[in-house]
């Protein structure tokens, strides 16, 4: 049935095509990369809208709808678990139907979630919408880097993949922003969660126009087209050597996929064990209990008022934005595995300091303790383990089971999400601020080690010579 499908939408891609409804090389050849790059990176901004939204509508959710502690974390963690389910399938529908068809369909998931949330009338409707978001979420979390990396040319393609990691924190910093603005309007928590629709639609309509992925178009065994997609990608260019390189093993003669039992392969083994161990360590630190709950941490550390603390919230994102451009500028020069390794040094100092300022809990002294390390924690996360870890995923897996070993990593990380964000509240409350903030300190000394032992350099090569590597006796060595 899927091949029937796949070989059905491919028939009518060319004909639209024929017929002069997507985009050709001829009379394109000025298409601009970065509007390609800007427009796919929608699905970023959207990710990190719908992340951050619920820190600013959760204290008026819990009102309205009489949540428990247990319920809150519900309400924040059903999204998670849509997200570790959408992020499941995303790899096979990707390499099945292609990147850019799968991106449409996620725009429309992320406007149908939106704006069930901003209507529900009671829990059950609420708890739909938030889920709809998180099968979204997950897609274009896993995708949204997919598609960049093999669109970019290799000496740019931290900087393109990285800008996805830029939406997603500007994303959180206008979720902040709104949701101060909408403090204290009467019902403004629907709206906060309503005008998350507006990019999705900004998206759906963006991606009409966009090519799909060369890589894939190739893998297919479509050459032309992968060839026509990468001199409307480089503006009419020879690409020749580029198109030389690509590699083209995504199906098996018969036009099936290659097969999953392909990621027990020795040449897929450490890809896999780096991708879904950062995956994990990038939730186990704790980062996304601060992007959900930061307003409830500033209350307790002894902040004044709902409104003070969802402000204080906005002042670190501004942090995230502006920590995720310098990581932006330094990734292709710098290279991704001293960011990392920089990161989660300062992330584990910043921890430190946090939990001891819980523990002695002089309640002034505190809030501007709790706002300046959780900033400042934020700020190293954003140029080391938050866009280094998506960009590595989308660069270290082979061509036939990229889009599947990226939707492993991607279920792992939003599975680990979903845990932590559930007993967050619940650690908080059986142990204390200062033993649950040490707790994430011990996770980020453990994923420095981590990156230490294992964590290639990939700054400037191509997918194919990242893959050539980790197919050879270095590998090897490193296990």
Do not use: H
């Not at 093999?150 to 709104?178: F, W």
Request: overall charge positive; hydrophobic content about 55%.
């Amino acid at each position: 049935m899927c091949r029937g499908f796949r070989r059905a939408t491919l028939r009518y891609d060319r004909s639209r095509a024929r017929r002069g409804l997507l985009p050709r090389v001829e009379g394109v050849s000025d298409m601009n990369f970065k509007v390609v790059a800007a427009t796919a990176s929608l699905g970023g901004l959207l990710f990190g809208y719908d992340t951050g939204v619920v820190s600013g509508a959760l204290p008026f959710v819990r009102e309205v709808f009489q949540l428990s502690e247990a319920m809150q974390g519900f309400f924040v963690s059903i999204a998670l678990a849509g997200a570790a389910a959408g992020a499941g399938v995303a790899g096979q529908l990707a390499d099945a139907y292609g990147r850019r068809r799968v991106i449409l369909v996620v725009a429309a998931l992320f406007v149908v979630g939106a704006l069930l949330c901003a209507v529900a009338a009671n829990v059950p409707v609420l708890l739909l919408g938030r889920l709809t978001l998180g099968v979204a979420i997950g897609v274009a979390s896993m995708l949204t880097p997919l598609y960049l990396a093999e669109m970019a040319p290799a000496d740019k393609r931290g900087g393109v993949v990285s800008l996805n990691q830029m939406c997603i924190t500007v994303g959180i910093l206008l979720s902040y922003i709104v949701a101060y603005l909408l403090s204290e309007v009467d019902g403004g928590w629907r709206w906060m969660l309503a005008i998350g629709c507006l990019p999705g639609v900004v998206l759906g309509l963006g991606m009409l126009g966009l090519p799909d992925s060369p890589r894939w178009l190739a893998g297919q065994g479509r050459l032309d087209e992968a060839a026509a997609a990468l001199r409307t990608l480089r503006g009419g260019q020879d690409v020749t050597a580029e198109l030389n390189q690509l590699r083209t093993d995504l199906t098996r003669e018969n036009g099936a996929l290659v097969p999953w039992s392909a990621l027990l392969e020795p040449r897929v083994r450490l890809p896999l064990i780096v991708g879904v161990g950062l995956a994990v360590f990038q939730q186990v630190t704790g980062i996304n209990t601060v992007i959900y709950y930061a307003p409830i941490i500033f209350e307790q550390a002894g902040m004044g008022s709902t409104s003070a603390a969802i402000l204080a919230t906005a002042g670190v994102g501004v942090v995230n934005v502006i920590m995720t451009y310098v990581a932006l500028k330094l990734l292709d020069t710098a290279g991704r595995r001293k960011l990392l390794i920089v990161g989660l040094a300062g992330m584990t100092a910043m921890l430190a300091i946090l939990t001891a300022g819980f523990a002695v809990g002089t309640e002034g002294p505190l809030a501007w303790i709790a706002t300046l390390s959780v900033a400042a924690y934020v700020g190293f996360f954003a140029i080391g383990l938050g866009p280094v870890f998506w960009l590595l995923i989308s660069e270290i897996f082979p061509l036939a089971v990229r889009g599947r070993a990226m939707g492993v990593a991607t279920v792992a990380n939003w599975g680990a999400n979903l845990i932590v964000s559930q007993i967050f509240l619940m650690l908080i409350a059986g142990l204390g601020s200062a033993a649950t903030f040490g707790l994430f300190a011990v996770m980020s000394v453990g994923a420095l080690l981590f990156t230490l032992a294992l964590v290639p350099e990939t700054k400037g090569r191509t997918l194919e010579e990242i893959e050539a590597d980790f197919s050879g006796e270095r590998a090897a060595a490193r296990l």
